[in-house]
Antibody
Framework: EVQLVESGGGLVKPGGSLKLSCAASGFTFSSYAMSWVRQTPEKRLEWVATISSGGSYTYYPDSVKGRFTISRDNAKNTLYLQMSSLRSEDTAMYYC?????????WGAGTTVTVSS | DIVMTQSPSSLSVSAGEKVTMSCKSSQSLLNSGNQKNYLAWYQQKPGQPPKLLIYGASTRESGVPDRFTGSGSGTDFTLTISSVQAEDLAVYYCQNDHSYPFTFGSGTKLEIK
């Protein structure tokens, strides 16, 4: 069964850092680009980051560029998102998603709350 | 950035009725090289992550019932549910799959009377 399981979310103060992980199983992880997508409390979906299958290329929207870093370990079938300089507007459910052009597999998500 | 605009924001229908919802993009999602539209539709049921329904504007993802149909090209797209079932209660999102930054519409919430 194709599965993505996120972890690492929690409560963090503004300006703080957090690292999310996503464990993949049931497919050849190293063959796919992977992404993080977040959903705000207002239910708006926002693409956060993408990494190529081999890890050489990364893409970010301006809203997180310079603050978030996506990475992967293909030997461990795991995707990461390092988040720093966190702001209240980063509060969201963070989903890991397999990117096959579109996002064809999603995890259940992990919640990040940025608050003092 | 490509802005995705969905309408209506919500609709309420009875089971068995036909439903259509719209998604408009601020720029064309048609790749002139391969003539494919890079538009995806997702269904999000309460308490669940989004689920891919349609990609390439009209290709149904494996396992998606054939009552779901995607259509349109360029900047105007439609998702049609031919005969709504109770389990279709969800929010439906469209997504620019054409170019970075990927962007989503604000969603259409489908309620069942």
């Amino acid at each position: 069964e194709v599965q993505l399981v996120e972890s690492g979310g929690g409560l963090v103060k503004p300006g703080g850092s957090l690292k999310l992980s996503c464990a993949a199983s049931g497919f050849t992880f190293s063959s796919y680009a992977m992404s993080w997508v977040r959903q705000t409390p207002e239910k708006r979906l926002e693409w956060v980051a993408t990494i190529s299958s081999g890890g050489s290329y990364t893409y970010y929207p301006d809203s997180v560029k310079g603050r978030f870093t996506i990475s992967r370990d293909n030997a461990k079938n795991t995707l990461y998102l390092q988040m720093s300089s966190l702001r209240s507007e980063d509060t969201a459910m963070y989903y890991c998603a397999r990117q096959n052009g579109h996002f064809d597999v999603w995890g259940a998500g992990t919640t990040v709350t940025v608050s003092s | 950035d490509i802005v995705m605009t969905q309408s209506p924001s919500s609709l309420s229908v009875s089971a068995g009725e036909k439903v259509t919802m719209s998604c408009k993009s601020s720029q064309s999602l048609l790749n002139s090289g391969n003539q494919k539209n890079y538009l995806a539709w997702y269904q999000q049921k309460p308490g669940q992550p989004p689920k891919l329904l349609i990609y390439g504007a009209s290709t149904r993802e494996s396992g998606v019932p054939d009552r779901f149909t995607g259509s349109g090209s360029g900047t105007d797209f439609t998702l049609t549910i031919s005969s709504v079932q109770a389990e279709d209660l969800a929010v439906y999102y469209c997504q620019n799959d054409h170019s970075y930054p990927f962007t989503f519409g604000s969603g259409t919430k489908l309620e069942i009377k």
